[in-house]
């Protein structure tokens, strides 16, 4: 082998070297910036709670065993329970990872989903309570108690 040839395949293997060392020295510096890409047990552990958080709604609708009011309040509370789940888990979102700004952008998407929700609820809310009066939802049409105007149908005959 020339002296050429020995020192283009030595100084490959040192710089690959150097590249390996570089990348373990830069995926330690990201995981002291708080930045975790999760582990096996981690995913488990949220895909679990996620089935569980999932399916205790679930049980409570099919089986109507609280009071509706109740129900409505811990299927609410389940969604946003998995929301955080989720982020924990699968976004891997804490106050560390890129300094913040994630936990900040999550803050501003918390307002808009929360004006969005409270608007919509709002909007439905209203046009439920201000329907036409007398529209029953039962399939019999409105329900009058006065007699068509010139009396009922017997005395029209009459």
């Known amino acids: 082998m020339s002296q050429h040839a020995h020192t283009a395949t030595h100084g490959a293997g040192s710089q690959t070297k150097t590249a390996e060392k570089h990348a373990q020295d830069n995926a330690e510096d990201l995981h002291d910036e708080g930045q975790n890409h999760g582990s096996y047990t981690s995913y488990i552990t949220g895909f679990v709670l996620s089935v569980i958080l999932t399916a205790i709604p679930f049980w409570l609708v099919m089986h109507g065993t609280l009071d509706k009011n109740w129900t409505i309040f811990i299927v609410m509370a389940a969604a946003v329970v998995q929301i955080v789940v989720h982020m924990i888990f699968f976004l891997h979102m804490n106050a560390k990872s890129e300094a ?32 036409m009066p007398g529209m029953e939802m039962d399939g019999q049409g409105p329900q009058t108690s006065n007699p068509a105007p010139g009396g009922s149908p017997d005395q029209q005959g009459q």
């Open 100 to 131: 913040g700004w994630s936990l900040m952008a999550l803050f501003f998407t918390l307002i808009i989903v929360v004006i969005v929700l409270a608007g919509s609820l709002w909007v439905m809310y209203h046009l439920n309570t201000n329907m």
